[in-house]
């Protein structure tokens, strides 16, 4: 199977994606998700889905992203997936990478994002039978040839003793920083707080920790964000995380700020618990670059208004309102995934 024939059969799927017949079929595959996570809402899975067709999913993206790339393998290898499972869908890039790039793809699925994986894995073999023998669901991995994982740093451990003798991609935990001026807009709050809270915090993409000027007032962005709790709190487990860590700061007298979802509190770690939105002062753009580079092995992606701090760290840089919505050259962990698999 040529490449030609595998972009084709990816954009199918996108065409797929999109096409209004096909949008009762996927909200019963959301339903069926969430049933099975309940971290998974049926408006999220079906947002996911829409980003994988929107944003990776049509000709000109997939023409322009692998135009870099060898066209086929110098041999074809079998390439070992351990998938995330923390965001809807989220282990489709990889898969993407690996059967587009002409090698043959050993996944295990996340239990927690199986039903979603799984359906896109038996569209792709619908649109094209052929990709029935360069796909396989399994639970061992030992026939592959490479290996790309993705876990926490405790799974990552576990990872190198088991796939370090071979080629791969170990990825760890990592999470999204937001950069404030003081001078932001209600509209890019907004945004702001898709890049917080979609998918509830649970992605490496969302951000956790905002970086804010000395004195900085908070009261413009909890009020602007006020108005989307109960879409979180709606979730039982949300509302759980939300009532647990706003009673512990209560009793241990945490300072904090709390908008009825969100609580907000200075901490000099990076990952918040979910329902918790962390922050940092800073005092020059010096603070803010050495506080970056200290900590640039944890952290995914940097979200700033129009994303004008891009291009003054190596860190990826977003605008608000963009950090899950990745592109197909939005590699995680900075590791080009082509690039390796390109050069098996």
């Known amino acids: 199977m040529l490449q030609s024939e595998r972009l084709q059969t990816f954009v199918a799927l996108g065409d797929h994606l999109r096409s209004g017949e096909a949008q009762s079929e996927l909200t019963e595959i959301a339903h069926q998700a969430h049933q099975k996570n309940n971290w998974f809402t049926v408006d999220n899975s079906l947002n996911a889905l829409g980003a994988i067709a929107n944003e990776f999913l049509t000709a000109d993206k997939l023409t322009s992203w692998l135009s870099p790339y060898r066209p086929e393998p110098e041999t074809v290898r079998n390439i070992g997936v351990v998938m995330a499972g923390n965001i809807p869908a989220v282990g489709f890039h990889d898969l993407l990478c690996v059967l587009i790039s002409g090698h043959r793809l050993l996944a295990k699925l996340s239990n927690q994002d199986f039903v979603l994986i799984h359906y896109l894995i038996q569209k792709l073999k619908e649109i094209n039978p052929a990709f029935t023998s360069f796909v396989e669901e399994a639970e061992r991995l030992n026939a592959a040839d490479a290996y790309i994982a993705t876990g926490s740093n405790n799974t990552s451990r576990y990872f190198e003793y088991y796939f370090g003798k ?38 490496c993409r969302n951000v956790s920790t905002i970086l804010v000027p000395d004195d900085y007032n908070f009261t413009p962005l909890l009020r602007t964000l006020e108005p989307t709790a109960k879409m979180y709190l709606d979730n039982h487990k949300y509302q759980n995380n939300y009532d647990y860590n706003k009673s512990i700061y209560l009793i241990n007298a945490v300072p904090h700020l709390d908008n009825g979802y969100l609580l907000l509190t200075e901490n000099d770690g990076l990952v918040s618990p979910i329902s918790v939105l962390y922050y940092q002062t800073y005092q020059t753009q010096t603070d803010v670059l050495n506080w970056l580079s200290e900590r640039s092995e944890q952290i995914q992606v940097v979200a700033s208004a129009q994303n004008w701090f891009s291009g003054h760290t190596t860190l990826p840089g977003v605008a608000f309102g963009q950090t899950q919505r990745p592109g197909l050259s939005d590699y995680a962990d900075g590791v080009d995934t082509m690039a390796f698999l390109s050069n098996l």
């Open 166 to 203: 071979k080629p791969n991609i170990i990825r760890k935990n990592r999470t999204s920083v937001g950069l404030l001026m003081g001078e932001e807009s209600e509209e890019e709050f907004a945004k702001l707080g898709h890049d917080i809270s979609d998918y509830y915090g649970l992605g």
